[in-house]
């Protein structure tokens, strides 16, 4: 049961792992939360992540954002780095990571799900059957609800 508290792999950032490497390995789509694992709460896409997004759809991926945020906030950063998203996605629910598997037309053995918190992102992508990524979130200081996900 704890088991899918655990990610499949824990670092530093997001902008550390190697996705030349991973889609040698074979895999195609990759999921995001955006707050804290792309860019900074409520910040738009900066220019690491827009030429993160940039090279992964140059090498073949296929990325959606997840977020439990609303449009207003998922939208502009979604059309910035050029991905597909889901808004109000009530992570740790395991219904959107499905959705966004099919909007990427990727499976459960082919797609990657990167967050910041255990109790919504990794759990919810546990639950569906993704590999995980938890990275260490890129603002420490966050809003009180949040700090007690994690």
């Known amino acids: 049961m704890l ?3 655990y990610p499949d792999e824990y670092l530093d950032s997001t902008y550390v792992i190697d996705f030349d490497k991973l889609y040698e ?18 910040a738009p896409a900066n220019d690491q992540a827009k030429q993160l997004f ?5 090498i073949g991926f296929a990325t959606c954002l997840i ?5 207003p906030r998922v939208k502009p950063f979604a059309d910035a780095v050029h991905s597909l998203y889901i808004y109000d996605a009530h992570k740790p629910s395991t219904k959107n990571y499905e959705k966004a598997m099919e909007q990427m037309h990727t499976e459960k053995g082919n797609t990657i ?3 910041d918190q255990i109790f919504t992102d990794i759990y919810g992508a546990n639950r ?7 990275v260490q979130p890129i603002h420490p200081k966050e809003e009180i609800q949040i700090v007690l996900k994690r």
């Open 3 to 5: 088991q899918r508290f």
């Open 25 to 42: 390995e074979g895999y195609r789509g990759i999921i995001f939360d955006i707050d804290n694992t792309l860019v900074t709460h409520g």
């Open 113 to 115: 799900f990167i967050g």
């Open 67 to 71: 977020s439990n945020n609303q449009e």
């Open 54 to 58: 940039a090279h992964l759809h140059e």
């Open 128 to 134: 569906a059957g993704i590999r995980t990524y938890l």
